[in-house]
């Protein structure tokens, strides 16, 4: 169940600010996250025009300390975090005779440190009311190497072992951890993976969807499309050169 305060990152633009609008409606308040100002106040407007509760804080979430004081004021503003969904992220296109460590840190400092730079402004208080949800934005390309998206792939793999860890040990508090790990959305922006090619591509409503019900069940993990999921697992069981031939032509 969603719970009285919830807060998302990434709220000001794609599946955050589609999420965000998705939970307008429901009984609960919005604290909205992301660096861009003007986006983020656009989302509010729009959850508030839609009947819902916003309040927005301008933070990066790859600054720790920055995390830290937005969670502090949401806290004092609005109440406690119950449901802490990380979905800023992203990633973009690094080819292997491109590579460049700088770009590789800048792309696990938003998905990984980001995630756990929120993870520890929201734990001290869920731990301490014994209660709360922990809900990671990760991706299907955690479960492969994307060509051209190792760095993303890396990170997102990060993300879901990050998840499962803290899942087991946080169970006992009462404190629940969803992953959710979603093949390709359709955001209307620009592929900032690298892939060109962007099979089985979901509508961003109906992936928002299935964001919301896996949040309301409280669900482990939730992957979708269930084809891609499939196929991901079938082509891991498969010899290494068949592999790199499909993935070449999926990933293009
Ligand atoms: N679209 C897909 O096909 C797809 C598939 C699987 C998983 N995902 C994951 O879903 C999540 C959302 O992706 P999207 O497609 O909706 O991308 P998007 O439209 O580019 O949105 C990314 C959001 O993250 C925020 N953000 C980025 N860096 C940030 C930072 N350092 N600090 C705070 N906020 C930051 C951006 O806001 P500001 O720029 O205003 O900070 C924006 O609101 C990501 O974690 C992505 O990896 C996406």
Redesign the pocket.
């Known amino acids: 169940m969603l719970q009285a305060v919830t807060l998302i990152?990434?709220?000001?633009?794609?599946?955050?600010?589609a999420l965000a609008l998705r939970l307008a409606s429901r009984d609960i308040r919005l604290a909205l996250?992301?660096?861009?100002s003007d986006?983020?106040a656009d989302t509010a407007e729009a959850v508030r025009q839609a009947g819902g509760f916003a309040i927005t804080k301008v933070?990066?979430?790859?600054d720790r300390q920055a995390m830290a004081t937005a969670v502090a004021e949401i806290e004092a503003e609005a109440g406690p975090v119950e449901c802490f969904i990380a979905?800023?992220?992203?990633?973009q296109r690094m080819a292997a005779d491109e590579f460049d460590a700088d770009v590789f840190g800048d792309i696990i400092?938003?998905?990984l440190q980001?995630f756990a730079n929120g993870i520890a402004a929201v734990l001290p208080s869920m731990r301490e009311r014994g209660k709360g949800h922990i809900v990671a934005?990760?991706?299907?390309?955690a479960r492969l190497g994307l060509p051209r998206a190792g760095a993303?792939s890396a990170a997102?793999a990060g993300v879901a072992r990050l998840a499962g860890s803290m899942r087991i040990e946080l169970a006992r508090e009462h404190i629940a951890v969803t992953l959710i790990?979603?093949?390709?959305?359709?955001?209307r922006?620009r592929s900032?993976t690298g892939t060109r090619r962007?099979p089985f591509?979901m509508p961003l409503d109906e992936a928002t969807a299935r964001i919301e019900r896996a949040i309301d069940r409280r669900a482990t993990v939730a992957a979708f499309p269930a084809i891609l999921v499939i196929l991901i697992a079938a082509l891991r069981i498969l010899p290494s050169p068949v592999y790199n031939r499909v993935i070449r032509r999926m990933a293009g």
């Open positions: 990152t990434g709220a000001s633009s794609g599946i955050g600010r996250l992301a660096r861009r986006a983020l933070a990066d979430v790859t979905n800023a992220g992203g990633g400092a938003v998905n980001g934005i990760g991706s299907l390309a993303y997102k790990e979603p093949g390709f959305v359709d955001t922006g900032k962007k591509r």
